[in-house]
């Protein structure tokens, strides 16, 4: 049974329709890719699963569990987390705050435990912190956790979110174009992370990209979309030559001659 | 050499001269000149008026960067430029001599004070004269080597703040003081020129010596002897002779002064003790140095909280109460606003139901229900505001940012105009309010007096610190700071939103209440008046000057915003202007706040801990 399951997914704004009739499904511990051009309604997707969206139609499984009628913070529960395209950090809290608010699916301590400081609570947010200190180690930015978020540089702050993302401990973590806005170096060694997440932490790992390279090099599984529908799903070498894909970026004429790996 | 630019000079005291006709013609400077700073040499009017001319000539030297000597004609260019607007009001009122039916402060008093009594024509040639001075010396201030001028601005900026602050200091050192010591210090209102002098001297010199090594000399003072002179100060204050009459006759001051001195004492035998007994070098030092340190400085000012009320007299106690007050509200609205993001303008709602449930449910009078004692409705009138606080919390949880602050704008008006109403007269009185509401008791004694009040009020405003305070630190204080920070996120992090909300709407609720119910008790009676949405503005402002989410901050901006006004009373009237100007200036030059909350460092502080156990 796959971890997550769509099942003829429509959702609307309005007169638009901005996913239609998307079958999606990925399988635990697998990366799996969504792409697209812009607008074909990738992160909307990405919204619905996590719960920013109420979808019209169809439904959304995750574990076992529809997502139906769930708020984010309850999807957030489930096991399922995620970082946004342009990146959104608690801006005036530190790196290992930020950290720590992640890990709120696996807290439980109560306010008047905090109060009273009742051991409990006490032993918590100690392990709580122990916790976001090796977090931050993990993903790179050890002795920056006192920096204000908004004060980080770009890369750390791409890095902060991932790692906020993980704290909660996810088995679904979706990436919303991670490697926006880094250069050639800092994308490859993003790519590298992210497959470690998985081979290391068997995090199951669904991602929105742009950069080819990085799709075409990590995923198992592709899937395309365009105006809110799927137009293909495979492997990346099937992906690569499906012509509709190469329609669909390029349009029509330049579908008939090049694939698309030249052109990307 | 920098190049002057006569636009920039022309622009800055034009300025300056507009704020100076300004304050001029809203009556300040007449209202103001009641006061004098120091005694028959310059009053309260005088010093606002004469500040422009002074910054103006500052800040045009100061914007063009020229120190040298070349640069002072640009300063008195600044200051006459100041002079004009006020000279161009004196020749209007020559012109149009009923012009004081247009401009109602425009009084013969006013002129006079801008002529210095000498009619419009030679007395505004006099004050552009003086005011070119004075840009004149606002560019000598730049001018000369900070090494010089630091000291005698800061000098001058302190004497003429004890000048504004004499008649406190009045109230406090009388008792201390022989009857010709006080005469020769004060005068009928402000200090004498000669007290004037010699503050400016010692601190001009102090600050001198301080600036040129001194401090160098204070850093070599081990840290111990700084602990015991606090120390001595401390005590020292407690022994002074002081008012004690308002003490329950069952207690002896002496007991309380006795207890004051030993409390510090043993505290330092216990940690000497503690300190000697561990067995851990390394552990114990880094308790000595940040713990310890900081539970002595707690402890020195604990001693002279605790003596406050009898050094400071009943008008100055009963001052310190209401900014209490304003403090204990700050301090909740600042888990609604500062924690948490929900801007919440109908905050005195819940300071007026804590008042109005302990008032009925203590009254005496008429409509009182219970009869209760001071102590049971207390609690009772808390929750009955933290209930209330959810009650509001409830609808407006899908509000955000401008909504909430109507939303929550028109819900403190309802329950204002419900004090007011006739709909609910029967039951809380309407417009007379709530009488006989009787002082508590404790332990038969009967609190009474301002001083009795500060006590309860400190014990709450402590109580209210500490929770702040653990909350902020905790769990539920990182989910209200996600929460305003991003609110989207925070909720895909897992955190419900619906509970966040309601625990910092409730929570907030209940520090207002507390102090809506230490408000009723003191005053005897309520009235719906007390609770206008006035109030709410004026928490709100002085958590915005301190520094939103700091809870020093609060602090701070109670005693800059309810503190300041009480004590220069001819402010009072001026209030909300005051209040507008301080709040621009304070969004321009320091939108942090006075007393912003610090970065909490928990990665590295944390990771030291770590290495200095490791070789134990």
């Given at each position: 049974?796959?971890?997550?399951?769509?099942?003829?997914?429509?959702?609307?704004?309005?007169?638009?329709?901005?996913?239609?009739?998307?079958?999606?499904?990925?399988?635990?511990?697998?990366?799996?890719?969504?792409?697209?051009?812009?607008?074909?309604?990738?992160?909307?997707?990405?919204?619905?699963?996590?719960?920013?969206?109420?979808?019209?139609?169809?439904?959304?499984?995750?574990?076992?569990?529809?997502?139906?009628?769930?708020?984010?913070?309850?999807?957030?529960?489930?096991?399922?987390?995620?970082?946004?395209?342009?990146?959104?950090?608690?801006?005036?809290?530190?790196?290992?705050?930020?950290?720590?608010?992640?890990?709120?699916?696996?807290?439980?301590?109560?306010?008047?435990?905090?109060?009273?400081?009742?051991?409990?609570?006490?032993?918590?947010?100690?392990?709580?912190?122990?916790?976001?200190?090796?977090?931050?180690?993990?993903?790179g930015l050890g002795g920056k956790g006192d920096i204000l978020a908004r004060n980080l540089p770009y890369g750390d702050q791409r890095r902060l979110e991932i790692a906020r993302a993980l704290a909660s401990k996810p088995r679904l973590l979706l990436l919303d174009e991670p490697t926006a806005g880094m250069n050639p170096r800092e994308t490859a060694e993003t790519t590298q992370f992210i497959k470690m997440l998985r081979d290391e932490l068997g995090i199951t790992i669904l991602l929105i990209e742009h950069d080819m390279r990085v799709v075409m090099g990590i995923s198992e599984d592709i899937t395309v979309l365009d105006y809110g529908q799927k137009i293909a799903q495979g492997p990346p070498a099937k992906i690569q030559n499906d012509p509709r894909v190469i329609e669909a970026y390029l349009g029509r004429g330049a579908a008939a001659s090049a694939t698309i790996q030249v052109a990307l | 050499?920098?190049?002057?630019?006569?636009?920039?000079?022309?622009?800055?005291?034009?300025?300056?001269?507009?704020?100076?006709?300004?304050?001029?013609?809203?009556?300040?400077?007449?209202?103001?000149?009641?006061?004098?700073?120091?005694?028959?040499?310059?009053?309260?009017?005088?010093?606002?008026?004469?500040?422009?001319?002074?910054?103006?000539?500052?800040?045009?030297?100061?914007?063009?960067?020229?120190?040298?000597?070349?640069?002072?004609?640009?300063?008195?260019?600044?200051?006459?430029?100041?002079?004009?607007?006020?000279?161009?009001?004196?020749?209007?009122?020559?012109?149009?001599?009923?012009?004081?039916?247009?401009?109602?402060?425009?009084?013969?008093?006013?002129?006079?004070?801008?002529?210095?009594?000498?009619?419009?024509?030679?007395?505004?040639?006099?004050?552009?004269a003086a005011m070119g001075g004075l840009g004149l010396l606002g560019a000598v201030v730049y001018v000369v080597p900070d090494r010089i001028s630091d000291p005698i601005s800061l000098a001058v900026g302190w004497t003429l703040l004890v000048g504004l602050l004499s008649e406190v200091l009045l109230n406090v050192l009388r008792p201390l003081l022989s009857r010709e010591v006080v005469r020769f210090l004060f005068g009928t209102r402000g200090i004498q020129w000669q007290t004037a002098v010699i503050i400016f001297l010692i601190l001009a010199i102090a600050v001198f010596l301080w600036r040129n090594g001194g401090r160098t000399y204070y850093q070599r003072i081990p840290r111990q002897v700084l602990h015991w002179l606090a120390l001595a100060l401390a005590i020292l204050i407690v022994w002074i002779p002081r008012d004690f009459s308002w003490l329950p006759p069952s207690i002896n001051p002496l007991w309380i002064k006795i207890g004051l001195t030993l409390i510090p004492l043993i505290l330092e035998a216990l940690l000497f003790f503690s300190t000697r007994s561990a067995t851990q070098p390394a552990l114990v030092k880094s308790i000595t140095d940040n713990q310890l340190g900081r539970a002595r400085l707690a402890s020195r000012y604990l001693i002279v909280l605790l003596i406050l009320p009898a050094i400071l007299g009943v008008y100055l106690t009963e001052v310190v109460d209401n900014i209490g007050l304003f403090i204990l509200m700050g301090l909740g609205l600042n888990i609604v606003v500062g924690?948490?993001?929900?801007?919440?303008?109908?905050?005195?709602?819940?300071?007026?139901?804590?008042?109005?449930?302990?008032?009925?449910?203590?009254?005496?009078?008429?409509?009182?229900?219970?009869?209760?004692?001071?102590?049971?409705?207390?609690?009772?009138?808390?929750?009955?505001?933290?209930?209330?606080?959810?009650?509001?919390?409830?609808?407006?949880?899908?509000?955000?940012?401008?909504?909430?602050?109507?939303?929550?704008?028109?819900?403190?008006?309802?329950?204002?105009?419900?004090?007011?109403?006739?709909?609910?007269?029967?039951?809380?009185?309407?417009a007379q309010g709530v009488l006989q509401i009787p002082k508590p008791v404790l332990f038969g004694f009967t609190i009474l007096q301002p001083q009795h009040f500060y006590y309860i009020i400190l014990a709450g405003v402590f109580l209210a610190l500490f929770i702040a305070g653990r909350l902020r630190d905790a769990r539920l204080g990182r989910q209200w700071m996600a929460m305003r920070e991003d609110e989207d996120v925070a909720e895909a992090m897992g955190i419900h939103l619906v509970n966040t909300k309601l625990l910092a709407f409730g929570i907030g609720a209940a520090f207002s209440g507390l102090a809506g119910s230490i408000f009723a008790a003191r005053l005897g009676s309520i009235f719906p008046h007390s609770f206008a949405l006035l109030i709410s503005i004026n928490v709100l402002s002085l958590i915005i000057v301190g520094g939103m989410g700091s809870l020093p901050g609060v602090v701070v901006g109670a005693l800059v915003l309810v503190g300041l006004p009480e004590l220069l009373r001819e402010f009072a009237e001026y209030r909300l202007l005051l209040y507008g100007a301080l709040l621009i200036a304070m969004m321009v030059r320091r939108p942090e706040g006075l007393w912003p909350s610090p970065v909490r460092r928990r990665e590295l502080h944390a990771e030291d801990d770590l290495a200095m156990q490791e070789p134990a």
């Open positions: 049974m796959p971890l997550l399951e769509a099942k003829s997914v429509v959702k609307r704004f309005g007169g638009l329709v901005a996913i239609n009739k998307l079958d999606f499904s990925i399988d635990e511990g697998a990366i799996v890719s969504i792409i697209g051009p812009n607008g074909a309604g990738k992160t909307t997707f990405f919204n619905c699963i996590s719960g920013f969206y109420q979808i019209d139609e169809g439904e959304i499984n995750f574990a076992g569990h529809s997502t139906k009628g769930r708020s984010p913070d309850q999807i957030a529960h489930l096991g399922i987390s995620r970082t946004y395209q342009n990146i959104r950090l608690f801006s005036a809290m530190t790196a290992i705050e930020n950290i720590m608010v992640g890990m709120e699916p696996r807290l439980r301590s109560s306010w008047v435990g905090a109060v009273l400081r009742l051991p409990g609570t006490v032993h918590e947010e100690e392990e709580a912190l122990q916790e976001a200190r090796q977090l931050l180690k993990f993903v | 050499m920098a190049q002057f630019d006569v636009r920039e000079t022309m622009r800055l005291g034009l300025l300056a001269g507009v704020v100076a006709v300004t304050v001029s013609m809203v009556g300040m400077v007449e209202s103001f000149n009641q006061r004098d700073v120091i005694t028959r040499y310059l009053t309260l009017g005088q010093l606002l008026l004469f500040t422009a001319p002074v910054v103006a000539g500052f800040l045009t030297v100061k914007r063009a960067g020229d120190r040298s000597w070349r640069a002072l004609p640009n300063g008195a260019l600044a200051g006459l430029f100041a002079a004009l607007p006020i000279f161009a009001l004196l020749l209007l009122t020559l012109a149009v001599p009923t012009i004081r039916q247009q401009l109602v402060n425009v009084s013969p008093t006013l002129i006079r004070i801008l002529t210095f009594d000498n009619g419009q024509l030679v007395g505004g040639l006099l004050m552009m924690f948490a993001g929900l801007l919440d303008l109908g905050y005195v709602a819940f300071f007026a139901i804590g008042a109005y449930v302990t008032g009925i449910l203590t009254s005496t009078g008429p409509l009182g229900v219970a009869g209760l004692s001071f102590w049971v409705a207390l609690p009772i009138a808390v929750a009955a505001s933290t209930v209330s606080g959810l009650i509001l919390g409830i609808p407006v949880l899908r509000m955000r940012g401008d909504y909430l602050a109507i939303v929550t704008l028109g819900f403190g008006e309802i329950i204002r105009v419900l004090a007011v109403s006739d709909l609910l007269k029967p039951y809380i009185g309407g």
